[in-house]
């Protein structure tokens, strides 16, 4: 059988290795080397998957949870390492069960793919895929699939779309596969950037810009939904970013009203800060309020914390009043912030929404619509968080799109 792939990135050099075993199996891709975006996975290192049960795994998948469940059983983290380590590849995992190849190096993870594990495999690089036909108008079963491209056009038997999402389009991916999927009738759901920075209006954020702060909860409410992240963030130049931020914008990328607090102090109760705050108070009595503030926050956030609950940086904190420090100790517990929306998708890690999960088989990645036509990876409707997830559902829908086939 002669077969089309796609995209050469995770999933389409994952799939095309998988069935050259035993078809003859092409790979487009628009770029002159694959892998485009594995190479910027992980900063350069390449968070292959993460090593957990498959019921673990599925609490950190955004979408499509129900959908993945199959191919992630069938083809799990420990089948992934496993993978890796035969063709070479030594790994080794991290804090939060984060897979790295042990040589850092997310070009090592390319060159396994593409010269052991793709060995069989034709590749037709520099060469846009335009579109997708059937041969014949009547859609006959055993009709071919036209496949034109820059390079000219190809007949195949069966095409796998695995054109990646819309978000950081340099690497290649800017949601072609989508426009194939539509041509075949699909639905595509409406695409929201997802693990992205949140844009900030306030006024402080460019003074806070690259200030990080560590043990803090930032606190969401998005549509009513109330949900809290906790961990690590920071200041950007025209919003927040970092661990717990990216996190919350996947959850709260299709909401109408969002917003946006940090707690502080998420290890103390409201009276438990107050208790702190009135010892603090009496071990300072003469000295001005900001350099007590500045025992709990980092001095630039101190500066502007004092700006924002309305006290003078250099009253003395034998002056404040007991409802101007319940005020502090509310801020420290809810500081809020005006959320201003995502930042754009192209800068998101991830696309969120694509090809509808209604439309294709979750055991083969066939197309109910078109037989012989299947889709793969990121262009579909599924996004999970950081933490290498992304990437093993690049992976297990590979796999059991290449298993049924
Ligand atoms: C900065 C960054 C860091 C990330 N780090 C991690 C990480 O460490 N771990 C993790 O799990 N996930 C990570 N991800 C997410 C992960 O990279 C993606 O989920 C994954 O690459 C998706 O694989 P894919 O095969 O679906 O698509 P892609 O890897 O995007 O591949 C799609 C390919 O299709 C090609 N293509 C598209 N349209 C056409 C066309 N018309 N003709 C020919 N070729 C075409 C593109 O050139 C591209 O090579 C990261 C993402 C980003 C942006």
Same mark, same amino acid.
């Given at each position: 059988m002669r077969i089309a792939v796609i995209g050469a990135g995770a999933s389409g050099l994952f799939v095309a290795g998988l069935l050259a075993q035993e078809h003859e199996v092409v790979v487009f891709d /628009? &770029? *002159? /080397?694959?892998g485009k975006k594995l190479y910027i996975t992980g900063k350069g290192r =390449? !968070?292959?998957?993460?090593?957990?049960e498959t019921e673990e795994f599925l609490?950190?998948?955004?979408?499509g949870e129900k959908f993945l469940r199959s191919s992630l059983s069938a083809f799990s983290s420990y089948d992934c390492v496993d993978f890796f380590e035969g063709l070479g590849l030594k790994t080794k995992v991290e804090r939060g069960n984060r897979v790295f190849p042990q040589s850092d190096k997310s070009s090592d993870v390319i060159k396994v793919l593409k010269e052991?594990? =793709?060995?069989n495999v034709e590749f037709l690089l520099d060469n846009e895929v335009f579109s997708v036909e059937k041969q014949e108008e009547s859609l006959q079963e055993n009709s071919k699939f036209v496949v034109k491209s820059r390079l000219g056009q190809f007949e195949f038997d069966k095409v796998i779309v695995a054109?990646?999402?819309?978000?950081?389009?340099?690497?290649?991916?800017?949601?072609s596969g989508y426009k194939i999927a539509k041509k075949f009738g699909h639905f595509v759901e409406p695409l929201v950037p997802a693990l992205c920075a949140l844009k900030i209006s306030d006024w402080f954020v460019g003074l806070l810009q690259g200030v990080s702060l560590k043990n803090v909860e930032l606190k969401v409410d998005s549509d009513g939904k109330k949900k809290g992240f906790f961990g690590e963030m920071l200041f950007t130049d025209e919003g927040i970013s970092g661990p717990i931020v990216l996190t919350a914008s996947s959850f709260i990328n299709r909401a109408q009203n969002v917003e946006v607090a940090i #707690?502080? %102090? +998420?290890?103390?109760s409201n009276e438990q800060l107050d208790l702190r705050l009135l010892r603090d108070f009496e071990e300072n009595? &003469? /000295? *001005?309020?900001k350099s007590v503030v500045r025992g709990l926050l980092p001095k630039a956030v101190a500066e502007v914390f004092v700006k924002v609950v309305g006290l #003078?940086? !250099?009253? %003395?904190? !034998?002056?404040?009043?007991k409802q101007e420090r319940l005020n502090i100790v509310n801020n420290l517990k809810n500081f809020k912030l005006s959320y201003g929306g995502l930042y754009d998708i192209n800068s998101a890690i991830i696309t969120s929404g694509?090809?509808?999960? /209604? *439309?294709? &088989? +979750?055991?083969?990645? *066939?197309?109910k619509l078109q037989s012989g036509l299947y889709f793969v990876g990121e262009v579909l409707d599924v996004d999970a968080l950081t933490g290498g997830f992304n990437l093993q559902i690049a992976w297990a829908t590979a796999f059991s799109c290449a298993r049924n086939i």
């Open positions: /628009k &770029n *002159e /080397k694959v =390449c !968070n292959i998957t993460n090593l957990t609490k950190n998948v955004v979408r052991r594990h =793709c060995k054109t990646g999402g819309v978000s950081y389009k340099a690497t290649g991916s800017d949601g #707690d502080f %102090k +998420p290890a103390l009595r &003469n /000295k *001005e309020i #003078d940086e !250099n009253q %003395k904190v !034998n002056s404040i009043t694509g090809v509808s999960l /209604k *439309e294709i &088989n +979750p055991k083969t990645f *066939e197309s």
